[in-house]
């Protein structure tokens, strides 16, 4: 062996020598063919990367963030909003794109030893679907695409100090100095850190107050004319309103938030093996484009189950007269059984391990998703909620908890579905609750 490693090692010299020599005579044959080149076409050349540029510079980019504390599906309503001050945005001229706020950090998700922050959107939706409504890129493809973890500027949303000037509601926007403290401070560079969705590196270069009262439009001039820098993170985002709640676009963007596939496959596949529950005999078949999909009310059937949406956790802590006890809810699931002639329950709930123990005892049959630790790692409670939603949007009756935005998506799931609205605006009553007013139907506006 020992004879041969010489030339072995000669013979990579002069591969190494050679090849370098072959490079270089190659690089100097370009230079020699850009310098021909630039003389003949030096304007034409030069311009198309100009223009290039300028166009990469055109783009601008809309960060948001929520308050920490608001859950999941609130976050997605939020989303509704910042995708409608986009299209705003963009029919004003300039070529905005919505950047996808990571997931992650959220108050409800306290799955033991999983890793839940910086959760790309993809995980949970599906990119493509989003794309045709607005366009959006994930966080880290900003990061990328920018050039770098920086924000040009943020702009932490507020109410007026002074609330409304007599009493009277006006839409306006000021930059007024900040109420609450500042959640972002200067770093020895002069930068502004604060909460980037855990990625530390990520630093602003200017951060101020705005109050703002209205509709997410609002902020729109704002962002036009005062501000001209390419990347604007709008915190505490959910301080402005719908431009039009339930209106054509408020549902086109809602449509648009078709839950991941790997999530609905999952939700698919327990539907048929425990709740025998598929879209062809339940007329329910999904539409992969959600353009497509405009299933007249009443068209789907829906698996022959109750769907049930038991919210516990905070809104028993505080003695809510508009939720039931468990006893209660298992009293008017039955009798709902009963009535549709159903003999299948599943049940989504964030009751607490006493309290299922005790639904366990009291409702046996119910059926509900439970996710092995493995799984929880791969789906996140994020993904856990979603599959969850799905299975109750595709019940045949429905039944959730007063204002928990967990039913109303599923309402909305519902909708789009095209399930009977008799079947999905349903809510449990307080034990006590004397008026028990339902949900609201709100319809699609295609
Ligand atoms: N998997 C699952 N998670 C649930 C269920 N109900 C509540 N959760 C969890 O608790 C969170 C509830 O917060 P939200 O999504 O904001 O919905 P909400 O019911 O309006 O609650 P608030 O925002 O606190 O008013 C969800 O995001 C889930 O993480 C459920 O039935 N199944
Ligand atoms: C934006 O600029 C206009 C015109 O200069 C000014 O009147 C307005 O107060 C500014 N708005 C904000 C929010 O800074
Ligand atoms: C499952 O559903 C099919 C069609 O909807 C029905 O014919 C069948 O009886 C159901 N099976 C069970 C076990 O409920």
Not at 103 to 120: A, K
Not at 419 to 429: H, I, Q, V
Request: charged content about 25%.
């Amino acid at each position: 062996m020992a004879h041969r490693e010489p030339i072995t090692a000669l013979l990579l010299i002069f591969l190494r020598q050679s090849v370098l020599k072959y490079v270089l005579s190659a690089i100097l044959i370009c230079i020699s063919v850009v310098t021909v080149s630039t003389h003949d076409d030096v304007f034409s050349a030069s311009h198309a990367v100009n223009s290039q540029m300028a166009r990469a510079r055109d783009i601008r980019y809309l960060l948001y963030d929520v308050n920490p504390p608001e859950g999941f599906n609130l976050r997605r309503d939020v989303y509704i909003r910042m995708a409608s001050l986009v299209k705003t945005l963009r029919k004003d001229g300039e070529d905005w794109v919505l950047v996808l706020p990571p997931w992650g950090r959220l108050y409800h998700w306290q799955s033991p030893d999983i890793h839940q922050v910086r959760i790309p959107w993809g995980e949970f939706f599906s990119l493509p679907s989003l794309q045709v409504n607005v366009p959006v890129v994930e966080f880290e493809d900003f990061i990328a695409e920018s050039g770098g973890p920086f924000v040009d500027q943020v702009l932490v949303l507020q109410n007026y100090a002074e609330g409304w000037t007599d009493g009277k509601w006006e839409e306006k926007v000021d930059e007024r100095p900040c109420v609450d403290k500042l959640m972002y401070s200067k770093d020895q560079q002069g930068f502004y850190r604060g909460w980037f969705w855990g990625y530390e590196e990520t630093r602003a270069h200017k951060v101020m107050c705005m109050s703002a009262q209205g509709h997410a439009s609002i902020i729109a001039p704002v962002l036009h004319s005062n501000i001209t820098v390419t990347s604007v993170m709008l915190d505490r985002a959910e301080t402005v309103l719908h431009d039009h709640y339930a209106g054509k676009d408020y549902w086109s963007t809602r449509r648009s938030m078709v839950f991941a596939k790997h999530l609905r496959l999952i939700g698919d596949d327990f539907r048929a093996k425990y709740l025998n529950s598929t879209d062809d005999s339940d007329h329910t078949v999904y539409n992969e484009d959600w353009t497509r999909m405009k299933a007249e009310l009443g068209s789907a059937e829906g698996g022959a189950y109750l769907g049930v949406h038991l919210r516990r956790k905070d809104f028993i802590w505080g003695h809510r007269k508009d939720v039931p006890s468990l006893k209660g809810a298992v009293k008017k699931i039955r009798t709902l059984m009963k009535k549709h002639k159903l003999n299948k329950v599943f049940v989504a709930t964030d009751a607490d391990d006493e309290e299922l123990e005790d639904l366990k005892r009291m409702l046996p049959e119910m059926v509900r998703f439970e996710p092995t630790l493995k799984d929880l790692e791969l789906l996140k409670d994020g993904g856990v909620a979603i599959i969850d939603q799905w299975i109750c949007a595709h019940a045949r009756f429905f039944i959730g908890t007063s204002v928990s935005t967990f039913s109303f998506r599923i309402h909305e799931e519902r909708e789009i579905l095209g399930l009977d609205p008799k079947s999905t605006y349903n809510r449990f009553c307080g034990d006590q609750e004397k008026e028990c007013e339902q949900p609201t139907h709100w319809k699609i506006v295609y």
